[in-house]
Nanobody, 124 residues
Framework: QVQLVESGGGLVQAGGSLRLSCAAS????????MGWFRQAPGKEREFVAG????????YYADSVKGRFTISRDNAKNTVYLQMNSLKPEDTAVYSC?????????????????WGQGTQVTVSS
């Protein structure tokens, strides 16, 4: 069992930055690949970024590539999402998720545990 708690969301102007954190407790954090997803009102949940257990490999949706960076600190049981050059279309609830597989998958159904989410709002 893994518990995930996100933080760091908020309101920011277009072009600004935010850093989201996802703190994990329970089973050994380093045994999970991690992903960040987002869901805007009226839309399906979509993959944003993923990172392997060791942090050696990362994966991004085309819509955030070059602007967002996922990282993890296994000693702190935390995964981060640094979001730069934010756009109004990035507005959504952002959630982290844990996957027992080695490589994070883009499908939400592949993940075993989810956080409650944190709201990110980007104003124009």
């Amino acid at each position: 069992q893994v518990q995930l708690v996100e933080s760091g969301g908020g309101l920011v102007q277009a072009g600004g930055s935010l850093r989201l954190s996802c703190a994990a407790s329970g089973r050994t954090f380093s045994t999970y690949a991690m992903g960040w997803f987002r869901q805007a009102p009226g839309k399906e949940r979509e993959f944003v970024a993923g990172i392997t257990r060791s942090g050696a490999s990362t994966y991004y949706a085309d819509s955030v590539k070059g602007r967002f960076t996922i990282s993890r600190d296994n000693a702190k049981n935390t995964v981060y999402l640094q979001m730069n050059s934010l756009k109004p279309e990035d507005t959504a609830v952002y959630s982290c998720a844990a996957d027992l597989r080695i490589i994070p998958k883009p499908s939400p159904g592949e993940y075993d545990y989810w956080g409650q989410g944190t709201q990110v709002t980007v104003s124009s």
